[in-house]
């Protein structure tokens, strides 16, 4: 069967991880994926340990996390030579992406406007950390330093503790799927119209947009959020619990839930409690609700109380470590794990009807795929 984006083109001249994350997914959908790089290659070919591979393959984790099912090339665009095969190589393509500083590509004629003069149905994906506009447009941007400037991090972490960031480079990851969704809708627009456009993705922007409900309860009231640890600011008890032998999660989303994980503890009384028999009123006696259910939990070992509550339909989870997740029965029967030319990686999280997704190529060596790409492309000059 036809994969989703079987026959689209996609250059990729982006490093570390945002670019890198929006062409890895066109790939897993079926785009051939060309990554463009330095004679160093990408920065997090470097950044390990861990690494994989020994000697000449030896390439740190965090790149194959991001890279798989690619191709690679090494181009030096600085040189006459490496330019002339970039835009020649660019040509062939229906999709360019780049996160070079704002006006950074401008003197190389690899711009949005020069290149579509010539090549006016290209769809060109600017990445940068605040986008093509704005006063803060020539700055250079990173993952933390957004998490901080998006407000991400005034409410994360615990309420008497400094803020925290996410574990993961979150603004990096979400900015390359909103990327991937804009270059997926200009793919449509294109085969109406036959033209593409310039897709202006700024990390800034896209964690912001993922505050959601946070940014909302400020905009609703003009009260800014704060740091409430693992609670929940809309829903109580949505929170993190003690139990006897460790820590569970218990995501009550209803009164429904409440008042049959109130009776799994004992506590028939509680909910009908005109303090907690609401959502509404928990949130607003939030403290009152925590020192009601805590102690009885402290009495449950981590096991009985998962067993209980999911006879019970409440929501509950243990915290897993990546072990566990990776054992997780759950997981294995979706095949979660892969291992791509026996590379490990984690396939794309999108399950089609009709169309294959996932990639069994691994991420590319440095420079791999440079003759058989760039050969035929020189030939013809």
């Not at 994926?33 to 160093?40: D, R």
């Not at 393959?57 to 002339?84: M, P, Q, W």
Request: proline share 7%.
């Amino acid at each position: 069967m036809r994969k989703p984006l079987e026959g689209i083109r996609v250059v990729e001249m982006a490093r570390i991880l945002a670019g890198p994350w929006a062409g890895q997914v066109l790939a897993d959908l079926g785009a051939e994926v060309i990554k463009v790089e330095s004679p160093s290659g990408d920065d997090t070919r470097g950044w390990g340990p861990p690494f994989i591979g020994e000697s000449d393959t030896r390439t740190a984790a965090y790149y194959h996390s991001c890279n798989r099912g690619k191709k690679s090339v090494i181009v030096d665009f600085k040189t006459k030579e490496g330019l002339a095969d970039l835009k020649a190589l660019i040509a062939t393509a229906d999709v360019f992406i780049e996160n070079f500083k704002f006006g950074g590509l401008v003197k190389y004629g690899l711009d949005f406007d020069t290149l579509s003069s010539s090549q006016p149905e290209l769809i060109y994906c600017s990445i940068t950390g605040f986008g093509q506009t704005g006063p803060d447009a020539p700055k250079a941007g990173y993952d933390f330093l957004m998490q901080g400037l998006s407000g991400l991090m005034s409410f994360t972490g615990e309420p008497d503790g400094p803020p925290q960031k996410v574990g993961v480079a979150i603004t990096d990851i979400v900015t390359g799927l909103y990327a991937t969704i804009g270059i997926q809708a200009a793919l449509s627009v294109r085969n109406l119209t036959g033209k593409g456009q310039h897709i202006d993705m700024a990390l800034l922007d896209a964690a912001t947009a993922v505050t959601a409900n946070q940014a909302m309860n400020y905009l609703a009231t003009g009260t800014a959020p704060h740091r409430l640890g693992n609670d929940h600011p809309n829903i109580v008890p949505y929170r993190v619990f003690e139990v006897a032998d460790g820590y569970v999660i218990l995501a009550i989303g209803n009164d429904g839930q409440f008042g049959k994980f109130c009776a799994l503890l004992g506590l028939h009384d509680l909910s009908n409690d005109a303090r907690f028999a609401t959502n509404e009123a928990r949130v607003r006696n939030r403290a009152d609700v925590i020192a009601a259910l805590q102690p009885p939990m402290l009495k449950w070992m981590k096991a009985d109380l998962l067993e209980a509550c999911t006879a019970q339909s409440v929501p509950i989870s243990p915290i897993n470590d990546m072990a566990e997740v990776f054992a997780n029965p759950q997981l294995v029967a979706r095949g979660l794990e892969i291992a791509p030319d026996g590379i490990p990686g984690v396939r794309v999280p999108i399950v089609m009807s009709e169309s294959p997704l996932g990639s069994d190529k691994a991420a590319p060596l440095l420079g791999a795929d440079t003759d058989t790409v760039l050969g035929p492309l020189r030939k013809q000059r």
